[in-house]
């Protein structure tokens, strides 16, 4: 078990460090309850005038030996131009923060963007939506050197930092530029689809560590969507979705559902499952939902399946999500009602 952690912390280094590698960026396995880290042209798709949302992430604790992983993400996002708007166009307005923690060596990434989207009503009718986002800020990212054993200094028994592995910087930053489009298709009022597909790094930043003269750059990352929204019963929905992506070599699948109950008091339950994998079994997600008036909060738990299950013990991680979404009476009120999944 020891010998298996350790394996895990060097490869979460080798993965930091090695300049072919591709650094993985922050997901949620609540995808769909994080919207402006999903995909820019979700930025103001929502029935309302204000919506916050917050989704907190830790996993790997038991597999790094007590020092678990860390992601937290923030947004708030808005309609802009609304007297402007016609039928049910709209644009919105947003704004994201993050910070993600990794493990032993403290490795940091943090990062603020802002995000703009244009939301075309193609048919004048609400029932064709394309959407266009565009979202670009500012990453900065660090670690600790101090907290990290190198071989070297494993096998000489010499304190973290000791060694002989040196870095050229330990903290770097860049610009980042993100893009996506959208899809939203309302057959009826019981039937609503999306489809889309987002880019990441269009400006292709340098992340590294060990020297200057050479190029590590962050690969482009491509992830598509794919949701329903489908009424059974007047107290009956079920919200099927599923998100791929691709990253340099790695890429993730995530697909399930969500079944959702609406109570005469207009609350909705939420129970769901999905299962992820990358080139193999990674984790069975088990979600709970609470909706109430303007407020939707989400808990998941992943079950590890993957060939680290001996080293965490099949635990994976603890993710929660919260969005509220805060009327306006100045908000005009468009002619159709957005979906939500």
């Given amino acids: 078990m020891k010998k298996i952690k350790v394996l895990f912390l060097v490869f979460c280094v080798l993965a930091v460090f090695d300049k072919n590698a591709s650094s993985q960026d922050i997901h949620f396995s609540q995808f769909y309850n994080s919207p402006l880290t999903l ?70 990434t ?85 489809l889309g597909v987002s880019t990441y790094h269009l400006t292709q930043p340098k992340v590294n560590f060990l020297t200057v003269e050479e190029d590590n750059i962050l690969s482009n990352r491509i992830a598509g969507q794919i949701g329903a929204s489908i009424k059974l019963t007047h107290e009956w929905e079920v919200l099927p979705s599923a998100l791929y992506m691709l990253q340099g070599a790695s890429n993730e699948t995530n697909f399930g559902l969500a079944v959702k109950y609406n109570t005469p008091s207009k609350a909705g339950i939420r129970l769901g499952a999905w299962y992820r994998y990358w080139e193999n079994a990674d984790a069975v997600i088990a979600m709970a939902g609470f909706e109430y008036m303007d407020i939707t909060f989400g808990m998941s738990y992943d079950i590890n399946v993957s060939n680290l299950n001996e080293a965490s013990n099949g635990q994976g991680s603890m993710e929660v999500a919260l969005i509220y979404v805060l009327q306006s009476r100045k908000a005009i009120v468009q002619d159709m009602k957005c979906p939500t999944f």
């Fill in 110 to 194: 943090s990062g603020a963007f802002a995000s703009l989207a244009y939301h075309r009503d193609m048919l004048g009718n609400g029932t064709h939506l394309v959407s266009m986002g565009i979202q670009g800020g500012f990453v900065q990212m660090g670690f600790d050197r101090n907290s990290l054993r190198f071989g070297d200094e494993i096998l000489s028994n010499s304190p973290a930092g000791s060694g002989q592995e040196v870095f050229n910087q330990t903290n770097l930053s860049y610009i980042d530029v993100n893009a996506g489009l959208m899809w939203d298709y309302i057959y009826s009022k019981e039937m609503m689809f999306y």
């Fill in 39 to 108: 995909n820019p042209a979700h930025t103001g798709f929502f029935n309302g005038k204000h919506r916050f949302a917050t989704n907190y992430k830790s996993q790997w604790k038991r597999a790094t030996g007590g020092s678990p992983f860390l992601t937290f993400s923030a947004s708030y996002d808005l309609h802009i131009l609304d007297k402007m708007m016609k039928a049910a166009d709209m644009t919105g307005f947003g704004i994201m923060v993050f910070n993600d923690k990794a493990g032993t060596g403290d490795l940091s």
